[in-house]
C-alpha cells in the first residue's frame, strides 16, 4: 500500500495467481484499488484490462502463462499524481517489459506512457528528478549490454536522459498475504 503525500489516498495492489504444475500455463494478474481515506470512495482496475491487445490477441483463449500485474510505485512531488508499473509478460519466455500507468487525482483517470525507442524490455523506474512531470524508463535490447535511461512525458515524448535519478513521494505500509485455494 503506498499513501499520498499528504495521508488522503491509498493505493494497494491484490495479486491474484492462478498456479498449474507447469510454469507456463500458470497466470499472474492483480487489482489495483485507490482509496480516498475520508469518504472511503474506491476506484478499481484490473491489469488484464489495461494489457496492450496486441499481446492479448497473441494469448491462447484461457490467456496461460500470462503475467500482467499493476503496482503502485509512488506518488508525484505534489501528490496529485500517482505512478504505477504495468508489468507485462509470459511465464517461461523472455517477454518481459513495463509501461507506466499514471492515476490523476483531479480526474480520476488513467494514462500509459512508454518509451517509443526500440527495446526487448522496459524497466519503470519512477518520476524524473530533472522534470518532475516526466517518467523515467531503463530500456535494453536482448544480447547488448549497454541500456538506455529516457524521460517520457505525458505526450510520448521522449528524450535521452542517461544521468537522471528517479523519485518517488509518499510512504509505503507493510504488505499483507492472504493465500486463498479455489
Do not use: C
Not at 513495463?98 to 483517470?109: C, F, G, H, K, L
Request: charged share 15%; no cysteine; aromatic share 8%.
Amino acid at each position: 500500500t503506498v499513501v499520498s503525500p499528504d495521508g488522503r489516498y491509498q493505493a494497494q495492489a491484490e495479486m491474484i495467481l492462478q498456479a498449474t504444475p507447469t510454469l507456463a500455463h500458470s497466470r499472474l494478474t492483480s487489482t489495483l484499488t485507490i482509496t480516498d481515506t475520508q469518504t472511503q470512495a474506491q476506484q478499481h482496475w484490473e491489469s488484464i484490462r489495461l494489457l496492450d491487445p496486441q499481446l492479448q490477441q497473441d494469448l491462447p483463449s484461457n490467456q496461460a502463462g500470462l503475467i500482467t500485474v499493476l503496482w503502485p510505485v509512488g506518488w508525484s512531488a505534489t501528490g496529485e499524481q500517482l505512478l504505477v508499473r504495468h508489468f507485462s509478460g509470459l511465464f517461461a519466455t523472455d517477454f518481459a517489459s513495463d509501461t507506466a500507468v499514471i492515476w490523476s487525482r483531479p480526474t480520476e483517470n488513467l494514462t500509459t506512457l512508454w518509451p517509443t525507442a526500440e527495446y526487448d524490455h522496459a524497466m519503470l523506474l519512477g518520476w524524473s528528478q530533472a522534470q518532475p512531470d516526466q517518467v523515467l524508463f531503463q530500456t535494453s535490447i536482448i544480447g547488448e549490454e549497454k541500456t538506455q535511461v529516457w524521460a517520457v512525458n505525458s505526450r510520448q515524448q521522449m528524450l535521452a536522459q542517461p544521468t537522471d535519478q528517479p523519485q518517488v513521494y509518499g510512504h509505503t505500509l507493510a504488505p499483507t498475504s492472504q493465500a486463498q485455494s479455489p
